[in-house]
Structures are given as C-alpha cells and as structure tokens.
C-alpha cells in the first residue's frame, strides 16, 4: 500500500509536463478529468453488488453485446466528463458506432481520446476485476472544421498516451506518455491515486500464457502449435508455462505486464463475423500494446506489430499476442509458419 506522502498523479503529470518545455498544460488537463471519471466509475463499480446497477440495460452495443447497465453507466460517465475540458475535438467508444462529437456549447482542442469504458463487464456479477482502456492522439485535420474519421484512425504508433484503470481488490491507473510506463494505486481514504509501480518493465519472457483454450477446435494449426509449445516442459527449465485465464483483458494484461508472459487472442472461426478475433485494435489492442511497448514488451497480430497497422475501421478487430517480447516473438514464429516445437 502506497504511503500517504506518495508521490499523486497529478504531482507525476506536471513533473512530466515541466520535462517538456513546449507543453501547454493541456495534456494534463485532459488527464486529470480522465482520472476524475475513472474515479466515479471505480466507485459505482465497488458497490455494484449492493445496489440495483447489475444487470443489462436492456439493449445491444455496436458489437452485438448485451450492455451491462456498468457499461452504460461508465461510457455516460466519460463522454459527459471529457466533453467540457476544452482539450478534446472528438471522442470514439467501445459502446458508439460513430465519431462522438464535442457538444457546440464547449470550446475544442486538439486531442481525440478513443476508449472502450469498461472492458470485462460480463464479469462484473461475478466480483472479477474490469477495467477502462484509454488512448489520447493528437488532431490531425486543421482547426476550426470539423473533426474527421481521419482523426480517429490513426496507427497505434500516433499515440500521445495510452493506459487503463483497473477495478479490482484495489483501482489502479497504469498509463504511459511516451516515457515509460507508471503505476497509481487509489487510495479510497483520501481519493487519490498515488504512485506505487513507477517505470514498470515486463521481463523479456514469462512463464504464463493465457488464452481462452475453449476456442480450440476453432484455432488454425499454427494457433494450436503455439499454445502446444507452451504447454511443453522447456529444455531448460523442464517446465511448461503456467496457464492463466480470467477472461478480463485489462486483469490479464495486468498481471502479465507485472510478472511477465504472453496473452493471446488469436483469429478463430467460432463466429463468422469475427474471423480476426473478438478484440479491438483502436480501444483495446493499440492503447495496451503502447503500454507494454513502452515497458519493453511487444505486441503482435501474429504476422506484424500491432502498432503499424494502418486502421481501416472504427471497430476493426484484430488479431492480438502481446506480453513479453521473446514469447511474443516466439508465437509470431510460429503464425509465419517457422515455429520449432
Ligand atoms: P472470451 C471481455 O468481454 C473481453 O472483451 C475481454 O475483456 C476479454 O479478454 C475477452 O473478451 C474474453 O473473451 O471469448 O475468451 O470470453
């Protein structure tokens, strides 16, 4: 637990932003609202079991997934925060088809900011930890017109900061803006987030792999080779790797990105309509693969980092291995066909 004379959030944003001379204040501005939204929804989420917020609200999201009344609750709670900071020119959601505009009434700036609200939510009655995922660009369309798809899709690699909140036996906030990756633990007593993980570094190679083994029989060879190759005991160690699944993206990244390893959501043919996978490369795949690169990991659609890809769609989904940087590598040998087993 953090102490009480821990270092604050804010105090480690204007420490980074005084490292850049240029930097107008609005970057943390845009931040600090960010944090204040994620801190009303780690409350609703901490007392979710206790009053009548559980459940679905009663409709179906762009993906086709039943919305969870948290769900909601969390992307209102953001669109409402973030549109009257002044820094954003547009808004894009896991849980919106389209471009959210910022509302006539309030001035623009010059960031996107792209999030899935709360990811894992059909976790939520079931007590296991979700999150929210964000990542922050800057326009690329000229001011004053209006802003464009063109400054939603952009590549990974275009990002001005990336991270996620973490709702679980404790919140955290684990982001990056280019600088390495910083851990802040929520102290509920005092409703600060307080460093507590500062310059996290993912080992070069873990010892967990995590994947959702029950898509099996609808993986390719190359998908299965991979998940055998972990599964077998390493020459060195004589021991496979651990498996390790909660089916709650930001809590499996999480612990990888703390004790290192690989999670995998590779393409299987269970859904038609998701060939490549069920995550999303613009509000889940490219805000984490920022983050684990930045803490010396790698992220992959099995063929390609994922931070090149050229978006083609809002709520493109993509294939993801990410994690540790030689397991990463290693299934990407194997995806191309030149895997040793
Ligand atoms: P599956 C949660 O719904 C989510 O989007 C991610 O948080 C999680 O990693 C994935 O889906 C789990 O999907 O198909 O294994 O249940």
Redesign the pocket.
């Known amino acids: 637990m953090p102490s009480l004379l821990g270092t604050t959030v804010i105090e480690h944003l204007l420490t980074t932003q005084k490292a850049h001379p240029e930097a107008t204040g609005a970057f943390t501005r845009l931040l600090s609202e960010l944090i204040v939204a994620a801190k009303i929804i780690s409350r609703e989420v901490n007392k979710a079991g206790l009053v009548d917020i559980l459940g679905y609200a009663g409709r179906e999201n762009i993906q086709g997934e039943q919305v969870q009344k948290l769900d909601e609750f969390a992307h209102r709670t953001i669109v409402e925060r973030m549109a009257h900071t002044g820094e954003l020119c547009a808004m894009a959601s896991e849980e919106d088809p389209d471009i959210i505009p910022i509302p006539e009434r309030f001035p623009r700036g010059n960031y996107v900011l792209i999030f899935d609200p709360l990811?894992?939510?059909?976790n939520i009655d079931v007590n296991v930890s979700i999150g929210t995922i964000f990542s922050i660009y800057r326009r690329v369309t000229p001011m004053p017109a209006d802003p464009t798809l063109e400054d939603i899709l952009q590549k990974g690699s275009k990002q001005v900061a990336a991270g996620y909140f973490v709702y679980g036996s404790s919140s955290m906030m684990v982001y990056t803006s280019g600088s390495g990756v910083h851990g802040f633990t929520l102290l509920p007593s005092i409703g600060e987030f307080l460093l507590s993980h500062e310059n996290i570094k993912i080992p070069e190679r873990g010892r967990t792999f995590s994947v959702?083994e029950g898509n099996y029989n609808y993986w390719s060879d190359e998908v299965k080779k991979i998940v055998s190759y972990f599964k077998t005991p390493d020459r060195e160690t004589k021991r496979p790797y651990t498996g390790r699944y909660i089916?709650?993206?930001v809590a499996?990244f999480h612990r990888n990105l703390l004790h290192g390893g690989i999670f995998m959501?590779p393409p299987d043919k269970k859904d038609p309509k998701k060939p490549l996978g069920?995550?999303r490369l613009m509000c889940e795949c490219n805000p984490l693969s920022f983050v684990v690169e930045q803490a010396g990991g790698y992220a992959s659609t099995g063929f390609q980092s994922i931070l090149d890809l050229e978006p083609k769609e809002l709520h493109q989904r993509v294939p993801l291995y990410i994690g540790s940087k030689e397991d990463v590598l290693i299934a990407e040998q194997f995806i191309k066909g030149e895997g040793e087993s």
């Open positions: 990811d894992g939510s059909s959702n089916g709650s993206l499996d959501y069920k995550l």
